[in-house]
């Protein structure tokens, strides 16, 4: 839909770029950026200044995510950072603030990511040539700004919308030999019936996971034994550790445990929908908590996935051959799926999932089951087959093909839905962009010379400095 005006890639999109590469980036290239730009003044917004170390920091991150050697992609980053501080200081005029603790759980958010990026805190901090705390202390005033820009965005565009009238007049604007055109898309529901084990097929796991527990309290390393025997495919290579976390990180038998215990403390060997586990808290700060765990997986037995076909061939013929039970009825009340089993059993377009699409392009099908749905008709219902999902675990599930849309061109009649997104987005689009066109204006703005020629900020500058350099 780039070509219906989704793509915003004016300043509301380069915000958001920008902020975002600024800080969930490659940490070597951190570590390797240049050090002689820390002094340099590449702008000053109202009472904020943008250095050009920021600037550099996020196009080595552009380079470190694979983007190609490009200089011109500096002024898409100056132009963000220009938008980001009106936009926060413009919060500041609307009392516009975000709360501490929401500010500390984006930093650590963060932070887990870049952890993981880097392999583990000890490498990461090897990249940053620093401690991860020190970083932290760093990064969040500007983390802390682009929270409060995107609430200030939101402001700006959260009484906008778009009624069916405006959406066609969105449409008969288009250059018709523009139009896109839509590849063929499928709905499609699944019910999954996951092979479920008995207390006893459970038990050997259960008691490994014990035996390990028993080997920590019996003095050897911790860090050792999850490396050696933790089925957890994150955090084994670090010796168990997760690194600091919320109450919302993890599921709630882990949670219940990760925040009852005191540092250094052991939990007793408890199951969640993984496996068993038993954890040890490192450190307690709030309600942030620093905690390692082994985990220990039971595998699929044969018993287990006949029983699994059994009850799904048992659902089947409740819909299909006794019709007692519609799907949409039967994926709510039998489905192992929680992704899909409140919506009916509807599978969601995974690239447009905060709208809720179910309308799936199918080639973005899992090929599995774009396999059996080939030779269904709409309205049909699968017997249940046996898939494998990436990890490996094999499930049964029965399918339901809802609809199929074959590829055409663009039309009010068959692609509403997407046509409203492209309105709404290219509304919010003008709606931003005319907001900064006149908050610029108002505002004190000054640009080295280097970025002055920018397309992007032409023009922004306030004018009696356009020629000035910035000192």
């Not at 523009?178 to 019910?191: A, H, M, Q, R």
């Not at 084990?197 to 003095?219: H, I, M, P």
């Not at 377009?349 to 905060?354: G, L, R, T």
Request: with cysteine.
């Amino acid at each position: 839909m780039r070509k219906f005006g989704i793509a915003i890639l004016s300043i509301f999109l380069t915000i958001s770029v920008a902020s975002a590469q600024q800080h969930t980036t490659d940490s070597a290239a951190m570590a390797n950026m240049p050090r002689h730009t820390l002094d340099k003044i590449a702008g000053v917004v109202g009472n904020s200044i943008i250095l050009q170390s920021d600037i550099e920091l996020s196009y080595a991150n552009y380079l470190a995510q694979g983007g190609a050697p490009n200089p011109a992609v500096k002024c898409q980053i100056i132009q963000g950072l220009i938008s980001q501080k009106i936009l926060a200081q413009q919060a500041i005029i609307d009392s516009i603030d975000v709360k501490d603790d929401e500010v500390d759980n984006e930093v650590d958010r963060r932070m887990r990511t870049m952890e993981q990026r880097a392999g583990g805190q000890d490498k990461l901090e090897q990249f940053l040539g620093r401690s991860v705390i020190q970083y932290k202390d760093e990064v969040r005033p500007d983390i802390r700004e682009g929270m409060v820009a995107d609430k200030m965005k939101q402001k700006i565009t959260d009484k906008l919308n778009v009624t069916p009238e405006d959406v066609e007049k969105y449409f008969n604007a288009m250059p018709k030999d523009s139009l896109p055109t839509f590849n063929k898309e499928v709905e499609v529901g699944e019910i999954v019936f996951q092979p479920k084990l008995t207390k006893e097929e459970k038990q050997a796991y259960k008691q490994k996971a014990e035996d390990l527990r028993n080997r920590v309290k019996n003095g050897e390393d911790f860090g050792t034994l999850a490396r050696l025997y933790s089925q957890d495919p994150v955090s084994a290579a670090e010796g168990g550790d997760v690194g600091f976390a919320d109450r919302n990180t993890f599921v709630k038998e882990f949670t219940a445990w990760a925040f009852k215990l005191k540092a250094g403390e052991i939990s007793p060997v408890f199951e969640t929908d993984y496996g068993f586990h038993f954890l040890q808290v490192i450190e307690r700060r709030g309600e942030q908590v620093h905690v390692r765990h082994i985990l220990v997986i039971p595998a699929v037995t044969s018993a287990s996935l006949i029983r699994s076909k059994a009850r799904a061939d048992s659902i089947y013929n409740l819909m299909v051959k006794n019709k007692l039970i519609n799907f949409s009825s039967a994926a709510a009340y039998y489905s192992d799926n929680k992704d899909t089993k409140y919506n009916g059993g509807m599978m969601l377009n995974a690239e447009n999932v905060q709208n809720r699409s179910t309308f799936i392009p199918s080639d973005k099908l899992d090929p599995q089951v774009a396999l059996v749905i080939d030779t269904m008709k709409i309205g049909e219902i699968s017997q249940p087959q046996i898939f494998t999902g990436q990890d490996g675990k094999k499930t049964y599930k029965i399918l339901y093909l809802k609809s199929v849309t074959d590829a055409h061109k663009a039309n009010l009649a068959q692609d509403f839905p997407k046509i409203k997104d492209a309105a709404y987005n290219d509304k919010i689009n003008r709606t931003i962009s005319e907001w900064f066109e006149k908050r610029r204006k108002e505002t004190f703005i000054k640009i080295d010379p280097e970025y002055q020629s920018c397309p992007q900020v032409k023009g922004w500058a306030t004018p009696a400095l356009v020629t000035a350099d910035v000192k």
